[in-house]
């Protein structure tokens, strides 16, 4: 279903490699602290921009910070919160709350990193800055629990003739995911989160859409990308709690771009995949 996302640096990573399933937190018991705090080092690996063939590796830090408030939600920065969230109601059964990210940003004539998305094969399609993106997000047990998030750019999704560059993408994108836990024991867990990404024209075209000044500039033919499903995937996750604090943690992504994404000339290799690996402390 990217990208100042540091404090950027940890959520441009979490956007790849963190699951969906972060937006369902259970109310804590009234013994517990308000507060909620774990940071992180792991290694990630994933495509150099989203459709590329090449990889990318590198250092991932996480961090997390939430307060649950006394009748008033639980705001939220880092990694699982997409920026910074508010989780107006949660409980076991349903949540709902709001946040402000950036997003994805991709850069046209630099070799792409985690951080910074890109390649020298993009030459000429010019830069897209990363923008606030708000978003609406919560879930719903309905037999599996179902979670539902919505993003909309705050940029204006044009390209400017002198700099080359989008102000954001503009547009919008919506990620539908459930979450299939399995716990071992009170130490090892695993958890399995299909998903689905639909991307309305704006969003799409941004990311994997040729227009005419980019051809012109670029070694790419006119594309005129549509909206719709972008991709579907598979979250596989794995925790192993060494005790009430340290845990290590494994993610391995798995998303088929679909589509005008799938088509798209920009796009060398449909089959994506991202991973990371790392220990986590909880205080």
């Avoid at 490699?17 to 804590?28: D, E, G, M, V």
């Avoid at 008033?72 to 109601?89: C, D, N, P, Q």
């Avoid at 997000?137 to 998030?149: K, N, R, T, Y």
């Avoid at 991709?231 to 993610?251: C, I, M, R």
């Amino acid at each position: 279903m990217t990208k100042l996302f540091k404090l950027k640096i940890a959520l441009t990573v979490a956007s790849i490699f963190s699951s969906t399933s972060a937006l369902a937190q259970t109310a804590p018991k009234p013994t517990d602290s308000p507060w909620k705090i774990s940071v992180g080092l792991g290694i990630a690996s994933g495509s150099e921009y989203e459709g590329a063939s090449k990889r990318v590796s590198g250092a991932a830090p996480l961090i997390d910070i939430s307060y649950k408030t006394d009748g008033f939600g639980t705001i939220a920065v880092g990694a699982k919160s997409r920026g910074v969230s508010w989780t107006i109601f949660d409980s076991e059964a349903a949540s709902f709350g709001v946040s402000l990210g950036v997003g994805s940003s991709r850069v046209d004539n630099k070799d792409g990193t985690l951080l910074r998305p890109g390649s020298k094969r993009l030459k000429g399609m010019g830069e897209i800055e990363g923008q606030p993106e708000i978003g609406i997000f919560g879930h719903a047990v309905i037999g599996l629990p179902l979670f539902v998030e919505y993003y909309r750019g705050l940029g204006d999704g044009k390209r400017d003739l002198k700099t080359l560059k989008y102000e954001g993408h503009g547009g919008s994108r919506l990620v539908l995911s459930t979450e299939l836990p399995l716990k071992v024991d009170d130490s090892l867990s695993f958890s399995i989160s299909p998903n689905l990404v639909w991307g309305d024209k704006k969003f799409t075209q941004a990311y994997f859409g040729v227009n005419a000044v980019q051809a012109a500039n670029s070694s790419f033919k006119l594309f005129n990308a549509g909206g719709g499903i972008k991709s579907v995937g598979l979250n596989l996750g794995a925790e192993y709690k060494f005790d009430k604090n340290w845990s290590a943690q494994a993610n391995l992504g798995i998303d088929q771009l679909r589509g005008d994404a799938a088509k798209s000339p920009l796009t060398q290799k449909k089959g994506q995949t991202s991973a990371f690996v790392g220990a986590v402390y909880n205080f």
